[in-house]
């Protein structure tokens, strides 16, 4: 690799207090390996369960690790929001607490990166029939879904693995609160002009902790969101540097 780029990670954490440190760990080991400069951004979304206690013990003694909470839990897409508007690496990764891929795939993903010159680099599973069928076939419908609506395939639109340049995250107004907003990452890279690469991931399932993201209230807030929300993923604005969106879509 010619050139180890900088990198932020962004782990959002709700309940996560039996897989932060070890997370943190994995994660902070694939950094130091394939970064140049890097940080690691947690954002607690007023867990209640000692994750915000761990996150600043682990913080105080690592200098390079970030602590950032939420008085009042706003879900998926606030917390992934507050993570990327705090990163300042050229790179961003966003990845689940749960740790359902080898953060070491980093090396692979930034070398796609830079092989493809894409903007970003997002994850499928190669196989996630290990979650059940029930969550397979939600899945299938999603991403069917999804692509119906925005004409083109993506394999895995609620996969954690996305590697992104920062540029595409300053282009992007981010509006989503709730689990659409790895959808509407995809959606508007993809409309503002970025270059989307998709990358074939093995996936673990969670082992500990407790799953919140995967009820019939998550699934049913998404869609209320993407109703509300499609003419903003059909034609989306690209953000003006340094101000609010403003100009018109490139496509
Ligand atoms: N900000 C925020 N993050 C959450 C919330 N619920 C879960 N998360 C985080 O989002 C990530 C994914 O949550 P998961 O519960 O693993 O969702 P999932 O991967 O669909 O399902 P499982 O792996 O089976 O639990 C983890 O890092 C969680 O800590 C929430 O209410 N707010
Ligand atoms: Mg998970």
């Not at 440190?21 to 140049?36: D, I, K, S």
């Not at 029939?129 to 004409?151: D, H």
């Not at 340049?165 to 970025?194: M, N, P, Q, T």
């Not at 499609?230 to 034609?235: A, E, G």
């Amino acid at each position: 690799m010619s050139h180890r780029p900088s990198i932020s990670l962004v782990v959002p954490m709700f309940n996560e207090a039996e897989n932060i440190e070890h997370a943190l760990a994995c994660g902070t080991e694939a950094l130091a390996r394939y970064a140049g400069d890097w940080e690691v951004i947690v954002v607690d979304d007023a867990s209640t369960d000692g994750t915000a206690e761990s996150g600043a013990r682990l913080a105080a003694a690592a200098p390079r690790l970030r602590l950032l909470r939420h008085a009042r839990n706003r879900k998926l897409g606030g917390t992934l929001r507050t993570g990327f508007a705090a990163a300042g690496n050229e790179l961003v990764l966003y990845m689940d607490a749960d740790l359902p891929f080898d953060p070491d795939v980093l090396g692979r993903a930034i070398r796609a990166l830079e092989v493809t010159r894409a903007d970003v680099v997002a994850g499928y599973r190669l196989d996630r029939t290990t979650e059940g069928l029930m969550r397979t076939v939600y899945s299938y419908c999603y991403n069917t879904l999804i692509g119906l609506l925005f004409g083109w395939p993506h394999r895995d639109i609620n996969f954690s693995f996305k590697l992104l340049r920062r540029e595409v995250l300053e282009a992007i107004e981010l509006r989503s609160e709730g689990s659409l907003i790895d959808a509407e990452l995809i959606v508007k890279a993809k409309k503002l002009g970025f270059v989307v690469q998709q990358l074939g991931i093995d996936y673990f399932p969670r082992v500990r902790g407790a799953s919140t993201l995967s009820s019939p209230a998550v699934i049913f807030k998404i869609l209320r969101e993407l109703v509300v929300l499609y003419p903003d993923l059909r034609r989306p604005r690209r953000r003006a540097p340094g101000g609010e969106g403003a100009e018109e879509p490139r496509g």
